[in-house]
């Protein structure tokens, strides 16, 4: 009588490998991604390009209605700074490249605010709301940001606008409210100055 053979295991391995090999892959695309907006409201996470678009004043439309609760526990709008040029920074605590650019934002939001230009950032995909606030502190940014878990905020970005499809993404409202411009890419001080300025300026 031959021996009995133990039943192997190597389907189980392969299933737990291929599990453990789509985890890695989802956090690294989540790195340095954003939500693209789908109509049924999930989040595919795509790459940022790099672009820098910016509109003529005769082609801008509207930019959406932003509003609801802060990372600080209060409540804001993109249309209580209706006149002024208007900043969004798109962001999240986990995102590498959005730690890189939050000293530059904090820097340059305290320096326009003579220029009539507000920031106004909005944090996504942060689950728990004191993450954002500590990120928040530990780069020094003191402008308002909407805490918007679930990528709601951004889905009010009607398609063929320049709505955000990569994190980070920051967009320039003008003082008509029209969106003027948009960044794929995590921005410097240098970067900033120049796709604010020439708003600012406008008449």
Same mark, same amino acid.
């Given at each position: 009588?031959?021996?009995?053979?133990?039943?192997? #295991? #190597?389907?189980?391995?392969?299933? %737990?490998? @291929?599990?453990?090999?789509? %985890?890695v892959a989802l956090t690294l695309a989540a790195c340095s991604s954003s939500s693209t907006g789908s109509d049924s409201g999930s989040s595919n996470f795509v790459s940022g390009s790099g672009a820098i678009n910016v509109i003529k004043a005769a082609d801008r439309k509207q930019a959406p209605e932003l509003s609801g609760k802060t990372i600080? /526990? /209060?409540q804001d709008s993109l249309a209580a700074y209706k006149g002024k040029v208007v %900043?969004? =920074? !798109?962001? /999240?605590s986990w995102c590498g490249p959005? #730690?890189?650019e939050a000293p530059h934002l904090a820097k340059v939001s305290a320096a326009d605010?003579?220029?009539? %230009?507000?920031?106004l950032g909005i944090n996504t995909r942060d689950l728990t709301v004191s993450n954002a606030a500590a990120f928040a502190k530990r780069y020094? !940014?003191?402008?308002? =940001? @909407?805490?918007?878990p679930y990528g709601k905020q951004i889905l009010h970005f009607p398609k063929g606008s320049l709505n955000p499809q990569s994190l980070p993404a920051t967009l320039v409202v003008d003082r008509q409210g029209r969106l003027a411009a948009r960044a794929l890419k995590? &921005? /410097?001080?240098?970067? &900033? =100055?120049? &796709?604010i300025d020439p708003i600012a300026a406008e008449k």
């Amino acid at each position: 009588m031959s021996p009995t053979r133990a039943p192997r #295991r #190597r389907p189980f391995r392969s299933a %737990v490998a @291929l599990v453990g090999a789509a %985890v890695v892959a989802l956090t690294l695309a989540a790195c340095s991604s954003s939500s693209t907006g789908s109509d049924s409201g999930s989040s595919n996470f795509v790459s940022g390009s790099g672009a820098i678009n910016v509109i003529k004043a005769a082609d801008r439309k509207q930019a959406p209605e932003l509003s609801g609760k802060t990372i600080t /526990g /209060g409540q804001d709008s993109l249309a209580a700074y209706k006149g002024k040029v208007v %900043v969004i =920074n !798109i962001w /999240g605590s986990w995102c590498g490249p959005c #730690r890189a650019e939050a000293p530059h934002l904090a820097k340059v939001s305290a320096a326009d605010q003579a220029k009539g %230009v507000q920031f106004l950032g909005i944090n996504t995909r942060d689950l728990t709301v004191s993450n954002a606030a500590a990120f928040a502190k530990r780069y020094g !940014i003191t402008y308002p =940001n @909407l805490f918007d878990p679930y990528g709601k905020q951004i889905l009010h970005f009607p398609k063929g606008s320049l709505n955000p499809q990569s994190l980070p993404a920051t967009l320039v409202v003008d003082r008509q409210g029209r969106l003027a411009a948009r960044a794929l890419k995590p &921005l /410097g001080e240098d970067d &900033l =100055n120049e &796709l604010i300025d020439p708003i600012a300026a406008e008449k």
